[in-house]
């Protein structure tokens, strides 16, 4: 399994930060992320401050990282 150059990998888990332009863009990939989380049963931990996302993907049930993780870091990656 390898994680995506665009994410950090810590404490079990893997990270990424997203900036946009303001809020309601922000909000807007916020929403696309979902679907794609949703549709594959696999939810990120997640914040919002006006233009900026913060998400974290780990598999609890797993205790850790795992290739679904990275699965869905590859799919919003593409989606930034």
């Not at 994410?7 to 309601?24: A, C, M, Q």
């Not at 990282?65 to 593409?78: E, K, S, V």
Request: proline share 2%; hydrophobic share 40%.
């Amino acid at each position: 399994m390898t994680v995506p150059d665009s994410w950090t990998e810590r404490d079990g888990g893997i990270e990424r930060s997203f900036k946009f332009r303001d809020f309601s863009e922000a909000w807007a990939f916020m929403s696309r992320v979902a679907l794609l989380a949703e549709a594959a049963n696999h939810h990120p931990d997640w914040s919002n401050r006006w233009n900026r996302v913060d998400i974290r993907l780990t598999s609890h049930d797993a205790g850790g990282l795992t290739q679904r993780d990275t699965d869905l870091a590859r799919r919003i990656d593409d989606l930034s």
